[in-house]
């Protein structure tokens, strides 16, 4: 089973496919086939907020938070221990303990506070794509005040 993987001419990911005779490459755009199914791939990075995951998902503001479910396969370039997600654009670095089937597992906390976005995507496009499971946007919506 294989699935292919078009890397942009940084080595950043572009996308990923199941199958390759129909891809149309940019300029500088490479395949790489990998000895994986597309499923597994897709699932190397999972954000997930309330058990849901590539989706945009929103929570009233107020008190409390939001926590971020972490889950990614050990890095084959190393570490393995942390995962560095963009969070708007900032990097913050989730530590990872041990989770089931060789995955790690972390939180990242997001406060309610203030109304507004979250946009949490991968911070090393090179290992995994800001797409599907990997991408989570978190809207945080003003409440109407009683009248």
Known sequence: MSMFVVRNADASIAFFAE????LVLAPGQVIEELQMSFAEYANRLVLSVEGVSGQTVSF??????????????PSPVGGGEVV???????????PLSGG???RGEGTLI???QTPGVFLIA?????????????????VVE????PQ
């Open 19 to 22: 199958k390759a005779n129909d």
């Open 60 to 73: 009233p503001a107020g008190q409390g938070e939001i926590i971020v479910q972490v889950s990614c396969t």
């Open 84 to 94: 560095d997600l963009l969070v708007n654009d900032l990097v913050e670095t989730v």
């Open 100 to 102: 089931g089937g060789g």
């Open 110 to 112: 997001l406060s309610r």
């Open 122 to 138: 991968p911070a090393n496009r090179q290992l995994y794509p800001a797409a599907g499971s990997s991408l989570l946007a978190v």
């Open 142 to 145: 003003e409440t109407p005040s």
